[in-house]
């Protein structure tokens, strides 16, 4: 019988204020050696799971046992100095964790090349890509050499190549001394996993091989959603609250040559697109390739050095509080206030964007009803779980029915029920005329774009539907790609033309 190096008996945690507890008599294990995926929705109780195991948090009841010397822990939120530089970083973890001498020197060393890290030494970490940062994030995780790695959500913003990278450095992890338990919202990495446990309500609904799961057949998304209650439900009162938006324009956004630089690097290079009204355009590329640049001198939050930005016939630079009034923007990490409720954040924002009096009133009652907002209005937002920070920022962004929304990762890190949700209230807004530009790294809510723009080193290196830019890396050996094949087909093809040149 394989070892357990984590044993949990009946395990239940409450917080003050709540009334159903975080964790709910679980009783669980997690055996040594294998790579264990921990799944559920937003709220389930994974990180305070993990917590516990940490030992960060403390049972109400129950008795946990982990049969390690050393545990390492990522955090879900970047927990590592951005002000400091990667080595010192790293530096710092093997200070605190009392690693010294050779051992030191071969452990850094080690950790170096296996994150790939080893150029960007000198790097502050507030600079490095969001794949980079996880990187590091697991790297400082591992410079006590921890029989146990409790990795929270490690994939939550990072591009389809840098996951797999970071998928395979964990495998290697897991054959020699290390034990994994992965918190995850990519269902195709739970697959992965050599065992899962599905938390729902703070309770265990599933622990097993993934194979089990799904009865070795079926989608292992449907499954998910099935086990926990079935489809969300097809929500249109987001939509039904905006106004048909007028279609007066051939291009609603458009980028002519758009560049940024910061002294000798080029951020964006000579940019161009065009997006139609009632058209859902995406921008895809690796982490660090130029889409986030891009996207906020669409949104006209950053200058361009040269060239320009045209929101609904307006230029960006020139015009812009008539420009900003036609559009809603949500920040690819959360930006609205946390120390102000929800009900807090909604007047301001709806005050913010002109809406007063019993028009104010009636459109906060109505996202109110329409995100389930009324158990956590008067929570401070930085408390809320993670899908329901979402839903507040969507909230805020549409108060004013702008005619363009520009949404940057907005399901980045929630579960698959939510994330169908979201898209329902995207598509429903679109059908009412609302133009949307997305930024995404789920290759499978690509495809519900209409056309997308690949990004990387600054450019745009290719541009077409889903399906064109399919066919552009269709071959013999690849004669059905997926979203996810084609992305990184087409990023290595630039980098091979990147080389030769």
Same mark, same amino acid.
């Given at each position: 019988?394989?070892?357990?190096?984590?044993?949990?008996?009946?395990?239940?945690?409450?917080?003050?204020?709540?009334?159903?507890?975080?964790?709910?008599?679980?009783?669980?294990?997690?055996?040594?050696?294998?790579?264990?995926?921990?799944?559920?929705?937003?709220?389930?109780?994974?990180?305070?799971?993990?917590?516990?195991?940490?030992?960060?948090?403390?049972?109400?009841?129950?008795?946990?046992?982990?049969?390690?010397?050393?545990?390492?822990?990522?955090?879900?939120?970047?927990?590592?100095?951005?002000?400091?530089?990667?080595?010192?970083?790293?530096?710092?973890?093997?200070?605190?964790?009392?690693?010294?001498?050779?051992?030191?020197?071969?452990?850094?060393?080690?950790?170096?090349?296996?994150?790939?890290?080893?150029?960007?030494?000198?790097?502050?970490?507030?600079?490095?890509?969001?794949?980079?940062?996880?990187?590091?994030?697991?790297?400082?995780?591992?410079?006590?050499?921890?029989?146990?790695?409790?990795?929270?959500?490690?994939?939550?913003?990072?591009?389809?190549?840098?996951?797999?990278?970071?998928?395979?450095?964990?495998?290697?992890?897991?054959?020699?001394?290390?034990?994994?338990?992965?918190?995850?919202?990519?269902?195709?990495?739970?697959?992965?996993?050599?065992?899962?446990?599905?938390?729902?309500?703070?309770?265990?609904?599933?622990?097993?091989?993934?194979?089990?799961?799904?009865?070795?057949?079926?989608?292992?998304?449907?499954?998910?959603?099935?086990?926990?209650?079935?489809?969300?439900?097809?929500?249109?009162?987001?939509?039904?609250?905006?106004?048909?938006?007028?279609?007066?324009?051939?291009?609603?956004?458009?980028?002519?040559?758009?560049?940024?630089?910061?002294?000798?690097?080029?951020?964006?290079?000579?940019?161009?697109?065009?997006?139609?009204?009632?058209?859902?355009?995406?921008?895809?590329?690796?982490?660090?390739?130029?889409?986030?640049?891009?996207?906020?001198?669409?949104?006209?939050?950053?200058?361009?050095?040269?060239?320009?930005? =045209? *929101? $609904?016939?307006?230029?960006? !630079?020139? %015009?812009?509080?008539?420009? @900003?009034?036609?559009?809603? &923007?949500? #920040? /690819?990490?959360?930006?609205?206030?946390?120390?102000?409720?929800?009900?807090?954040?909604?007047?301001?924002?709806?005050?913010?964007?002109?809406?007063?009096?019993?028009?104010?009133?009636?459109?906060?009652?109505?996202?109110?009803?329409?995100?389930?907002?009324?158990?956590?209005?008067?929570?401070?937002?930085?408390?809320?779980?993670?899908?329901?920070?979402?839903?507040?920022?969507?909230?805020?962004?549409?108060?004013?029915?702008?005619?363009?929304?520009?949404?940057?990762?907005?399901?980045?890190?929630?579960?698959?029920?939510?994330?169908?949700?979201?898209?329902?209230?995207?598509?429903?807004?679109?059908?009412?005329?609302?133009?949307? =530009? *997305? $930024?995404?790294?789920?290759? !499978?809510? %690509?495809?519900?774009?209409? @056309?997308?723009?690949?990004? &990387?080193? #600054? /450019?745009?290196?290719?541009?077409?539907?889903?399906?064109?830019?399919?066919?552009?890396?269709?071959?013999?050996?690849?004669?059905?790609?997926?979203?996810?094949?084609?992305?990184?087909?087409?990023?290595?093809?630039?980098?091979?033309?990147?080389?030769?040149?």
């Amino acid at each position: 019988m394989t070892e357990n190096i984590v044993e949990m008996t009946n395990i239940t945690r409450r917080f003050a204020g709540t009334d159903a507890p975080a964790i709910d008599n679980v009783t669980a294990t997690i055996p040594k050696g294998k790579i264990t995926g921990l799944i559920g929705p937003d709220g389930a109780g994974k990180t305070t799971l993990i917590r516990l195991i940490t030992g960060l948090l403390l049972p109400t009841s129950g008795e946990i046992q982990v049969n390690a010397d050393y545990i390492g822990y990522m955090p879900q939120q970047f927990g590592l100095y951005e002000d400091l530089t990667v080595m010192q970083n790293i530096d710092l973890y093997a200070d605190l964790h009392g690693v010294t001498g050779q051992q030191r020197k071969e452990t850094v060393e080690k950790l170096l090349h296996f994150t790939s890290l080893e150029p960007f030494t000198k790097r502050l970490a507030g600079k490095l890509s969001g794949g980079m940062k996880q990187k590091l994030g697991i790297a400082c995780s591992l410079i006590s050499r921890p029989q146990l790695l409790l990795l929270d959500e490690p994939g939550v913003g990072v591009d389809p190549i840098s996951r797999r990278e970071l998928w395979d450095m964990v495998i290697e992890l897991s054959k020699g001394d290390i034990t994994v338990l992965w918190s995850t919202s990519y269902l195709n990495e739970a697959e992965k996993c050599d065992n899962i446990l599905l938390l729902n309500k703070g309770k265990l609904l599933f622990e097993g091989k993934p194979a089990d799961f799904t009865d070795k057949g079926g989608s292992f998304e449907d499954k998910f959603i099935s086990v926990l209650g079935g489809e969300p439900e097809q929500d249109s009162r987001l939509a039904d609250m905006i106004s048909r938006v007028e279609k007066g324009h051939e291009a609603v956004i458009e980028a002519k040559n758009l560049t940024k630089r910061y002294g000798n690097f080029t951020a964006a290079n000579n940019v161009n697109f065009s997006v139609k009204p009632g058209e859902i355009f995406g921008l895809l590329g690796p982490n660090g390739a130029g889409k986030s640049t891009i996207f906020r001198m669409m949104c006209g939050l950053l200058r361009p050095t040269s060239g320009q930005a =045209m *929101v $609904t016939g307006l230029n960006l !630079e020139t %015009a812009s509080g008539k420009a @900003r009034a036609n559009i809603g &923007y949500m #920040a /690819q990490k959360f930006s609205l206030y946390r120390d102000l409720s929800v009900m807090q954040n909604m007047k301001f924002f709806s005050g913010a964007y002109g809406l007063k009096g019993r028009k104010q009133k009636e459109r906060i009652d109505e996202i109110i009803d329409i995100f389930d907002f009324r158990h956590y209005l008067y929570m401070n937002a930085g408390e809320l779980p993670l899908g329901y920070k979402q839903r507040l920022a969507l909230a805020c962004a549409v108060m004013h029915e702008p005619a363009v929304l520009f949404l940057d990762e907005p399901t980045s890190g929630v579960d698959p029920i939510m994330r169908r949700e979201f898209w329902t209230h995207i598509k429903g807004m679109v059908k009412k005329g609302v133009t949307i =530009m *997305v $930024t995404t790294h789920f290759m !499978e809510e %690509a495809e519900n774009c209409d @056309r997308i723009s690949l990004i &990387y080193k #600054a /450019q745009s290196i290719a541009i077409g539907t889903p399906q064109e830019l399919k066919n552009m890396v269709k071959t013999e050996k690849l004669p059905n790609p997926t979203m996810e094949d084609t992305f990184i087909e087409l990023v290595k093809r630039n980098e091979k033309t990147d080389t030769a040149d």
